[in-house]
């Protein structure tokens, strides 16, 4: 009684669809000779298949797959990281292909399969990928039916459009699992991806590490306004992280400063300690009256794998393990390893004048190399020898920007000892990274405070949805200056050489740029505003995908039960839940039914099976094989009484049936046989 | 006295008591399940699958695939990853939504035995089964067996219906019914086996099995001589010329010699002694019991059939005229079949259950 253990063909080949469907997206993240291993595991099971080869025994795969491991240990280091554990579940996927037996062997490949389908969106959330995993699902049902298909049907298109539709009949009822079915919390700590600072800058800045982010259009966050409205692209500069340190070429972090979690570790500190500064109280005391004006908005990030939030100027951010630095930046206490949301509120017009400068930030701010940069010092010594205030020295250098300078992505290699000294007088252009760094320098030439911030300018504004979005094209250096009585202010010196850069946002300002500007370098990232306004669109589907599928969280579900079911209570979500499912199942078993319908029988038949239904009542009941005048007839032997109704019944039934007539004589026909029916009394 | 156990069982005795408690554990459920299938369903000559006749319970794989849902529901729960709960959800709904379609993939199918095969107990008897379709729905993979046999596998989906051969092991002499048929579908997943176990009335006779009796007793024309000396069938005829060979006669006479020359088929015929008459005689056999005699009776009467001379049946309290020809052939062996049938033993509920005594 036992079936058939054989492996259908078709289903050997649909299994290697599906396989070779659910490993190519996961090469982007892991190491590129496991294709290698699964084409030779594909190429001997092939053999096996034709019978050139033997199965491979023990003695072959039991080393394989050992050194197959160890290879990964060695490639990664450690095993305990999210890559390598999904590059064991794949190299596990692909080494069974050497061992396949029976039906079950195939079976259990297919629902490993299942699983590394999906950790495929541990990776990236975007819908492409989801997409995408729903086609991978999609093969692997169509191996799981052409292996337990036993009549053999060796064509590839009947599986797989079954498997979609089965996928799409599921998809309601799984939209109600989604939305009702509880949700609880990371049930224990899991070992997070190991790729860090992909994309985004890191917590340093050189001469062209920012120019070489403006060809990447990815989202680095979104913003949504409460307002609904974006203040104007000049004032929207998302601070990050300012940096202190310089060795004549870098800027970095000061070094207590570098580790972001001893960082982190200190602030928490203070705050535990209520070791509060006088800026944070006057901060406070700032947002408490009410006549400031404030914007509040709501930040989705993207997962940079850095700590660093990103807020407009003097902002509060209230989240959990997020806190402020005396910089009125804000330090998460992991890196963003997942896309994060988190809510902000910014004071444009808070003045930081009671900002005090101690002697070791004022010493950390003014600080050169002393070796490096000689002609760009000996330039701003010149001009405070001259007498010139800080204001004037800061527009001095402006005004030298704005003369000289062009704006470009062109930038040559700068000379390795004094960059800056090569870029003030002799290069002359550059982008945004060189004009902050020289500026700075400039100034601390001067002995005016000076430090370079780091982020984002604009972002484009999103009217369908109404939702500004920052690119890492957006990314964006510019200094602080600090000034007595004002505090630390910003200066951009771009907007000195380019202000129609800060005016417009880098797309539109790409967009606007003439041909004059391509000698520039940045004819290459223009794009054409078809493109651009289909990339806006797109990107308004993905924000959509993100607020409702991605960040649907416990808190989130709370809300809805709340609002769709007007409670939270146990037996609301259970009702709903068995409701709901019922009902999406009811619609699927009546598509079904719909589908397997008993056919009407044709309108020419109906007299006949009326009256076959009326003798049936009296006892009678047509022989299959008896034809209707036999039948009529063994009836009349019985009921002599009702031979010749029953003899004129058939022969009009049959007139119906077999003889053409127009539709005139058919409804009279019609008509006279309901009579001649009614007539007979049993 | 510990030592009563035999040496096979010595060697692992763990091994062996798991092995059997789990088989007899689980023959014992399934036994016991068809058994009440058996009591629930009345036999009938057709039967249109319906709620009221199909279980459904998930396969091995589907409860793997369950295990698989879980997994994927940690991963995703663990990572907040809500894509991937949502495959998850996804996949589990798949497998919900599958009742429905494996269900469906059987619900509304009549079947019927369409042709049962006599023949001899102990051959297989060919049953084909009539599948016929509700409406236009298509039933894929439909899986069929008697109890106790291998399935065999059809697809309805075209024309108003679709026959299936199969066959059931003639387990006795006289009249049987088929075994439990069992009609299943796994699709289309193979993750939940949908089925019916279906007891038909149709009833067939079965043959008596031929067991080799010697030679023939010839018995003379006279009855009162009581002259029962057995003579070799073949010397109750002497050879008297050839005919050409016709269709459907038997190979055993033809003359080969001439075949080999070319010269054409012939049969040998032989004259019988015309006051000679041959019978298959029940008392021919004294001294057996029933089923012995009727297994030799059929034996005498097949060699008799594949020759040409006309032969009769005696048995008590019935006499079948000599004759000579298939439907005469088909009449005797049809009264070895039921001499008697209504004394033999009913067949019993694991014949229905197991497709065999």
């Known amino acids: ?682 | 006295m510990p030592s009563s156990l035999n040496p096979a069982t010595k060697k692992n005795p763990v091994l062996q008591k798991r092995d059997s408690i789990k088989t007899g554990w689980l023959a014992a459920w399934r036994r016991r399940v068809r058994r009440w299938a058996l009591k629930r369903r009345p036999a009938q000559s057709s039967f249109v699958l319906d709620r009221n006749n199909l279980f459904i319970f998930p396969t091995g794989a589907g409860f793997a695939l369950l295990l698989v849902v879980f997994l994927m529901w940690l991963l995703g729960t663990n990572y907040d990853n809500n894509l991937v709960l949502a495959l998850a959800f996804l996949l589990a709904s798949i497998l919900i939504s599958c009742i429905l379609h494996t269900h469906a993939s059987l619900a509304g199918l009549k079947i019927e035995v369409s042709k049962l095969q006599e023949g001899f107990a102990g051959d297989e008897l060919g049953a084909e089964l009539r599948l016929s379709r509700q409406g236009k729905r298509k039933y894929h993979d439909v899986r069929l067996f008697w109890a106790g046999q291998y399935p065999k596998a059809v697809t309805v989906d075209q024309g108003d219906a679709s026959y299936v051969s199969l066959s059931i092991n003639a387990v006795r002499r006289g009249i049987i019914e088929p075994p439990l048929l069992c009609v299943e579908s796994r699709y289309p997943l193979g993750l939940l086996r949908c089925w019916a176990w279906l007891k038909f009335d149709t009833s067939v006779l079965v043959y008596p099995k031929p067991v080799e009796a010697g030679p023939l007793p010839a018995t003379a024309s006279d009855e009162g001589s009581g002259d029962s000396e057995p003579v070799l069938l073949d010397g109750a005829e002497d050879f008297s010329g050839f005919h050409s060979y016709r269709d459907g006669e038997s190979l055993k006479h033809v003359s080969w010699k001439h075949y080999a020359q070319g010269k054409g088929m012939f049969v040998k015929d032989f004259q019988s002694y015309a006051d000679e008459q041959l019978w298959v005689d029940w008392d021919a056999l004294p001294g057996m019991d029933r089923e012995a005699r009727l297994q030799r009776l059929c034996d005498w009467l097949l060699i008799l059939a594949d020759g040409s001379q006309p032969f009769g049946m005696r048995l008590p309290g019935q006499t079948i005229a000599p004759a000579t020809g298939m439907s005469h052939r088909l009449n005797c062996l049809r009264a070895l079949a039921k001499f008697e049938a209504n004394q033999l033993a009913s067949l019993s509920s694991n014949y229905y259950l197991e497709g065999k005594l």
Not at chain 1, 35 to 40: C, E, F, G, N
Not at chain 1, 261 to 279: G, P, S, T
Not at chain 1, 623 to 647: C, I, M, N, W, Y
Request: charged share 20%.
């Open chain 1, 1 to 682: 009684m036992s079936l058939i253990y054989q492996i259908p063909r078709p289903a050997l080949w649909w299994l290697l669809i599906a396989q070779a469907v659910v490993i190519l997206p996961l090469m982007q993240y892991l190491p590129l000779w496991l294709l290698v291993v699964w084409a030779v595991s594909v190429g001997w099971r092939i053999q096996v298949v034709r019978g050139v080869y033997g199965a491979p025994k023990a003695i072959v795969k039991v080393p394989l797959a050992l050194s197959m491991v160890a290879a990964l240990v060695l490639s990664y280091g450690n095993l305990f990281a999210l890559e390598p554990l999904v590059a064991l579940l794949l190299l596990a996927f692909c080494l069974k292909l050497l061992e396949l037996r029976s039906q079950r062997d195939v079976l259990l490949l297919l629902l490993l399969g299942f699983f590394v389908a999906s950790t495929q969106l541990l990776f990236s959330t975007s819908i492409v990928a989801f997409l995408y995993a729903l086609v991978s699902f999609a093969s692997l049902l169509s191996a799981l039916m052409a292996l337990y298909s036993a009549t053999t049907n060796n064509s590839f298109g009947p599986h797989f459009k079954q498997s979609l539709l089965l996928i799409l009949q599921a998809i309601p009822l799984a939209l109600v699992l989604f939305f009702v079915m509880p949700r609880i919390g990371s049930l224990w700590t899991v070992p997070l991806s190991s790729n860090t600072g992909k994309t985004g800058f890191s917590n340093s800045m050189e001469p062209g590490n920012i120019s070489q982010l403006n060809k990447d259009y990815s989202p680095a966050f979104r913003v949504d306004f409460a307002e609904k409205k974006a203040p104007p692209q000049r004032s929207l500069y998302w601070r990050g992280l300012s940096l202190s340190g310089f060795d004549g070429r870098r800027w970095v972090l000061p070094a207590h400063e570098r580790n972001d979690l001893v960082r982190y570790r200190r602030l928490a500190l203070n705050q535990r300690n209520q070791k509060r500064h006088d800026w944070q109280e006057d901060f406070k005391n700032y947002q408490s009256k009410d006549r400031s004006r404030f914007i509040d908005y709501q930040v989705m990030m993207e997962a940079s794998f850095q700590p660093w939030l990103f807020t407009l100027v003097t902002a509060s951010v209230k989240e959990k393990d997020v806190l402020a630095t005396k910089d009125y930046l804000f330090l998460s206490k992991r890196p963003l390893s997942q896309r994060s949301l988190y809510r902000a509120r910014s004071y444009p017009d808070y003045k930081r004048q009671s900002e005090s400068l101690g002697d070791g930030e004022r010493y950390l701010n003014t600080l050169l190399p002393a070796d490096s940069n000689p002609k760009a010092k000996a330039m701003a010594k010149e001009w405070r020898q001259r007498g010139y205030s800080d204001r004037q020295i800061i527009n001095s250098s402006l005004e030298l920007f704005n003369r000289d300078f062009t704006y470009s992505l062109q930038n040559a290699a700068l000379n390795e000892q004094d960059p800056v000294d090569d870029f003030l007088f002799s290069r002359k252009r550059g982008y945004c990274e060189h004009f902050a760094s020289a500026f700075t320098v400039l100034m601390r030439a001067a002995d005016i405070p000076a430090r370079v911030v780091l982020g984002y300018q604009g972002g484009q504004w999103n009217k369908d949805e109404k939702y500004l979005l920052v690119t890492q094209a957006d990314a964006h250096a510019w200094a602080e200056v600090w000034l007595p009585n004002e505090g630390w202010t910003r200066v951009d010196p771009t907007a000195a050489v380019a202000p129609e850069r800060i005016e417009l946002g880098f797309r539109a300002y790409l967009e606007q740029a003439s041909t004059a500007i391509e000698q520039y370098g940045f004819s290459d990232l223009r794009q054409s505003p078809l493109l651009a306004k289909l990339q806006l669109q797109l990107d308004a589907i993905n924000y959509s995908w993100h607020s409702w599928i991605l960040s649907y969280d416990q808190d989130q579900q709370m809300v809805f039960f709340q609002k769709v079911l007007g409670g939270r209570e146990h037996w609301r979500v259970v009702a709903v839940l068995m409701g709901a499912s019922t009902f999406m199942l009811a619609l699927l078993a009546l598509w079904l039914w719909w589908r397997g319908r008993p056919e009407a029988p044709a309108a020419e038949l109906v007299p006949w099976l009326e009256l076959e239904k009326k003798l049936a009542a009296g006892g009678w009941i047509r022989e299959p094989g008896e034809t209707p005048q036999q039948f009529t007839s063994r009836v009349s032997k019985q009921r002599p009484d009702l031979e010749a109704l029953l003899e004129r019944y058939t022969k009009m039934a049959y007139t119906l049936l077999y003889i053409p007539i127009g539709s005139d004589q058919h409804q009279q026909l019609l008509k006279d046989l309901a009579g001649l029916r009614n007539s007979i009394r049993l």
